[in-house]
């Protein structure tokens, strides 16, 4: 505790300060990280539940510091988001996937029909420009429209809903697919779901993850099937780890499936080899 008013208020000076400075000296080193490369994406396989075949990927950041460590995208991305660096960041992002997609499919036919997915921030959603964006990286990349799905989460869709509708239609009319990601985490609206042009629901990971101890999550997961199926749309269940979990989920009726069973997130040079693995298998 604070033992007079003096000392009160320079500790509180002081702690502002230097989480001041902290976060100043991580907005330069992002900054310095996307001049220097030290971003890169991973790819994790998403497979069909009943054939397991390989039906598309899900691109995730990481980045390598200038000390060689890897630092998570929950560590960073937030902080890009609030210093607005996201936007230059987002579009590193989205021309790296489209163009190593598009490369992939110009050497490897195994590669045809599959899907790039790349998650948004909540700045990229609400950017007058993100529309425009898409659609040059699409024509500088050459890769066709239907190959790249954005995901976005329901608290994203929420904060606006009016303009998140509006820029989703136009990315609709495009030819991008749409992802709700982490569904059933945020706060979400059933009317909405119904109202914006998604294609596709991902069932958060902590509904899969303990489906076999928790029966109530089981329940929710195959609702969650039965409502997205009846508004035409897709499930992705996301953070599948057990073969029990995956018996499961194709009991339920699920689409796809994506988690550490099948394939941990992999570096773009291992990816080709392993879609021939999945793919024949
Ligand atoms: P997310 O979009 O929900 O991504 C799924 C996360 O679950 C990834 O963590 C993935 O590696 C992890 N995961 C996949 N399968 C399993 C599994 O079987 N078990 C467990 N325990 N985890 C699994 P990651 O790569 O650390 O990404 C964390 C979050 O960072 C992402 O959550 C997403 O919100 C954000 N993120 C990642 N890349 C990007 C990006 O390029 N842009 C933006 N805006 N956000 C990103
Ligand atoms: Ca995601
Ligand atoms: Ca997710
Ligand atoms: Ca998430």
New binding site residues.
């Given amino acids: 505790g604070r033992s007079n008013g003096t000392d009160g208020v320079a500790v509180y000076d002081s702690q502002i300060f230097s989480k001041a400075l902290k976060l100043i000296s991580m907005e330069l080193d992002l900054h310095n990280a996307l001049i220097n490369n030290e971003f890169f994406?991973?790819y994790?396989p998403v497979v069909d539940t009943k054939t397991r075949s390989i039906t598309g990927f899900?691109?995730?950041?990481?980045w390598k510091n200038s000390q060689g460590n890897i630092i998570?995208?929950?560590k960073f991305?937030p902080l890009a988001e609030e210093t607005g660096l996201?936007l230059q960041?987002?579009e590193w992002?989205l021309f790296e996937a489209c163009s190593t997609l598009a490369e992939w499919r110009k050497n490897n036919s195994l590669f045809n029909g599959l899907k790039v997915n790349?998650?948004?921030?909540a700045r990229?959603l609400s950017d007058l420009e993100l529309t425009d964006t898409v659609s040059r990286i699409l024509e500088e990349t050459n890769l066709p429209p239907e190959c790249l799905r954005l995901?976005v989460t329901e608290t994203m869709l929420m904060e606006n809903p009016d303009y998140a509708d509006i820029t989703l239609r136009r990315l609709k009319a495009l030819g991008v697919g749409i992802c709700i990601?982490?569904f059933g985490t945020g706060y979400s609206s059933l009317m909405y779901l119904q109202q914006f042009p998604i294609g596709n629901l991902k069932i958060d990971?902590s509904f899969v993850?303990d489906m076999e101890k928790n029966p109530a999550n089981y329940e929710i997961v195959k609702a969650v099937v039965a409502l997205a199926h009846a508004l035409g749309l897709t499930v992705v269940a996301?953070?599948?780890?057990e073969e029990e979990q995956h018996i499961m989920l194709l009991e339920a009726g699920c689409d796809f499936s994506?988690?550490?069973?099948f394939s941990?997130?992999v570096s773009p040079q291992i990816l080709p080899d392993l879609v021939s693995t999945m793919q024949h298998s």
């Fill in positions: 994406l991973v994790q899900e691109a995730l950041i990481r998570s995208p929950t991305i996201i960041l987002g992002v790349v998650n948004l921030s990229q995901e990601d982490d990971r993850a996301e953070g599948v780890e994506q988690g550490y069973l941990r997130p």
